[in-house]
């Protein structure tokens, strides 16, 4: 998978991810499958999509965990 996306949930990342982790975790997913790291101005809105959704879908994901030992709260700005 991609070395350079860091795992997002507590306790590895201490304290919540914030936007800019997410977004950052999503493109970098993104640029993996497409095998593009920019994309041509062609395919830019459906990578652009693709960001958002995976970034949306991250969000959800950890937003619902619960991780032993400590209590789950929506991360200001993401709930």
């Not at 507590?10 to 991810?17: I, Q, S």
């Amino acid at each position: 998978m991609c070395r350079s996306i860091r795992t997002l949930r507590p306790p590895v990342l201490p304290g919540e991810a914030t936007e800019d982790d997410i977004h950052a975790a999503a493109l970098q997913y993104v640029r993996k499958i497409s095998g593009f790291r920019a994309p041509a101005a062609h395919n830019r809105e459906a990578f652009d999509r693709a960001v958002a959704a995976v970034a949306e879908a991250t969000a959800e994901l950890l937003d619902s965990l619960e991780v032993r030992g400590q209590k789950r709260a929506a991360a200001p700005g993401r709930g």
